[in-house]
């Protein structure tokens, strides 16, 4: 099913509610070891330099696909972006104006939670444990701070690296990272991680994963 932008509405009527769970991540990629000039002309200014996106899983935790928050860019983006192919780089995050902290990952599921401020309005999702082929799926995403709906189905297990991902036949476009793919009850699918462009799939970390990843650090009590 084609990508639609924005407006789309859904005939469960959860859409509007979940919408405000995603939000736009603001990240810019640096050297770790600047030398004495590029340290100086970074500190007069932050600026992203790329985009992505994370959503609301509980009061001020958020959840995004751990390759946004890595710092490990392939060749193409690193020259992409101004960098050398070698250049070790690392990730500043900012989401809803405020500084994100990355407080744990699943680097195998592509995961990773942030401490960030506040949820607002934000409703937290539950956790959709299967899915059947062709169910139909949403994706709402904030690239670039844009609000776009992107609607397909569900097609199959993927395997990526000997890890067990969901793929979809949905649409994907720079700034999807981290996005959060419900089914039509509002149910969190999973995270979208990437995209497939030979076999035209959205790649789709399960849910199960991300829940994991949240009782983790919630039921671990503060020292």
Not at 131 to 151: F, M, S, W, Y
Not at 190 to 205: E, M, T
Request: aromatic share 10%.
């Amino acid at each position: 099913m084609p990508l639609q932008v924005g407006g789309a509405k859904d005939s469960a009527g959860f859409l509007k509610i979940q919408e405000r769970n995603s939000v736009s991540l603001e990240l810019q990629f640096s050297r770790k070891n600047p030398n004495g000039l590029q340290r100086m002309i970074s500190s007069y200014d932050w600026e992203p330099n790329a985009y992505a996106t994370g959503f609301f899983v509980g009061d001020g935790l958020m959840i995004t696909a751990y390759h946004v928050v890595s710092g490990k860019l392939d060749a193409s983006k690193r020259l992409a972006l101004g960098f050398d192919r070698k250049d070790q780089l690392k990730v500043t995050v900012h989401a809803n104006g405020c500084s994100a902290k990355v407080i744990k990952v699943d680097e195998e599921a592509d995961l990773a939670l942030l401490q960030v401020c506040g949820s607002g309005e934000a409703n937290f999702p539950t956790f959709q444990p299967t899915v059947t082929k062709d169910e139909e799926l949403l994706i709402v995403a904030r690239p670039h701070g844009q609000k776009v709906v992107g609607r397909g189905t569900f097609y199959g297990s993927y395997s990526f690296n000997g890890i067990e991902y969901w793929s979809g036949k949905v649409e994907g476009r720079d700034g999807f990272s981290g996005s959060p793919v419900y089914n039509q009850r509002g149910e969190l699918v999973g995270v979208f991680s990437g995209y497939d462009w030979s076999q035209k799939l959205a790649v789709i970390s399960p849910g199960v994963r991300a829940q994991k990843l949240v009782d983790e650090v919630t039921s671990t009590p503060n020292p």
